[in-house]
């Protein structure tokens, strides 16, 4: 069964960048057939969606954090890669690697998650 | 501030059917027959119940249904279980940024 595992620092300081990784244990990162992307969860606060790409490169952003966010693949690796810069306490969440099947509106598997907390 | 309503928790006794809504606007639930709907055992992975407003992944119970009505989504679920405490959360595709919008949760108790 297909997993996909989030690692990263679960403590980064405020106005640094926070960089997290997923692993899919299987090849499909590189298949047409997937979009691999990023949520989040605050605490005690709802999902956002953060951003998607595409294996050819294409990357699509929320608008809200368009500016500080990097999405990015290494197929070789079966990794997607995430890089938030200039974090604040309000970027302290679960962050939930997912993946989309192409042609769908809604992510099919997540990873567990992994909480990241900005503190000095 | 979530942008789809959801309430804070439900509860229902083993047997029961129970009904979480999932409330947005024009914008996103009332003009999108992309909502789906997701379920959180406590320390697992999301996983997907329903997409599509109604349709359920393969492996998925049929005491599971998904309904619309204008902007608000419905979850039933059927015959409730205790395996079925869970949170659960809808979501919805936009067309208008930021493409996917999402409820802040339901927490489903079994008496």
């Known amino acids: 069964q297909v997993q996909l595992q989030e690692s990263g620092p679960g403590l980064v300081k405020p106005s640094e960048t926070l960089s997290l990784t997923c692993t899919v244990s299987d090849g499909s990162m590189s298949s047409w057939s997937y979009y691999w992307g990023w949520l989040r969860q605050p605490p005690g606060k709802g999902l956002e969606w953060i951003g998607s790409?595409?294996?050819?490169?294409?990357?699509y952003y929320n608008p809200s954090l368009k500016s500080r966010v990097t999405v990015s693949l290494d197929t070789s690796r079966n990794q997607c890669s995430l890089k938030l810069t200039s974090v604040t306490a309000a970027d302290t969440a679960i962050y939930y690697c997912?993946?989309?099947?192409?042609?769908?509106?809604?992510?099919?598997?997540w990873g567990q998650g992994a909480l990241v907390t900005v503190s000095s | 501030q979530s942008a789809l309503t959801q309430p804070a928790s439900v509860s229902g006794s083993p047997g029961q059917s129970i009904t979480i809504s999932c409330t947005g606007t024009t914008s996103d639930i009332g003009a999108s027959n992309y909502v789906a709907w997701y379920q959180q055992l406590p320390a697992q992975a999301p996983k997907l119940l329903i997409f599509d407003v109604n349709d359920r992944p393969s492996g998925v119970s049929n005491r599971f249904s998904g309904s619309k009505s204008g902007n608000t989504a419905s979850l039933t679920i059927s015959g409730l279980q205790a395996e079925d405490e869970a949170d659960y959360f809808c979501s919805s595709y936009t067309s208008n940024s930021p493409l996917y919008v999402f409820g802040s949760g339901t927490k489903v108790t079994v008496l």
């Open positions: 790409m595409y294996y050819t490169g294409s990357t």
């Open positions: 997912a993946r989309r099947l192409i042609n769908s509106k809604y992510f099919d598997l």
